[in-house]
């Protein structure tokens, strides 16, 4: 019933974005989410998750790819793609750009695909954070360290409290 709903909403759009993750789960299966984003007849902006694949490692670009134009087939947007997000992983550079060849073949892609590929801000900022982080995990473990020991007992945590007192 959802589905012939977004169907219908996708029938009336020209353009959409579509975003897309792959993550393991706790039972260490593969998947990956296509979500797709749009401006609806109303004005208003709508996302919704298409599809969830179980993709088995390892992750190529050609099995991103096929898997994304499966779903793009099967909701009948393959024609509307304005823009696809991804994260930075190496195998998303393949599969788009082999995902953008297969849609250009059929010239639909808007602008010559110049916009097609988007990368994650977020992941972006992400891996910035983790970098810088890397760069002062020894500060970090000593000041988890002592956190550890001042909360280990109550005689350290009013030790604690007298000297900070004193400061």
Request: glycine share 4%.
């Amino acid at each position: 019933m959802e589905k012939k709903k977004v169907m219908k909403a996708l029938n009336g759009v020209n353009r959409v974005s579509v975003t897309t993750d792959l993550w393991k789960s706790d039972q260490k299966i593969s998947y990956m989410v296509v979500t797709c984003h749009f401006v609806d007849s109303n004005y208003h902006l709508q996302k919704r998750v298409l599809n969830f694949y179980d993709v088995p490692p390892p992750h190529s670009g050609v099995c991103i790819s096929d898997a994304l134009h499966k779903c793009l087939v099967e909701w009948g947007i393959e024609n509307k793609i304005w823009t696809i997000t991804v994260d930075n992983a190496s195998y998303n550079d393949v599969a788009i750009r082999t995902l953008k060849g297969s849609l250009s073949y059929k010239n639909t892609l808007p602008i010559g695909g110049k916009i097609f590929h988007v990368r994650c801000c977020a992941h972006i900022l992400n891996l910035l954070v983790q970098d810088g982080i890397s760069e002062i995990e020894n500060v970090i473990t000593k000041v988890r360290e002592s956190v550890k020991y001042i909360t280990a007992s109550e005689s350290h945590i009013n030790l604690f409290t007298e000297i900070a007192k004193q400061l």
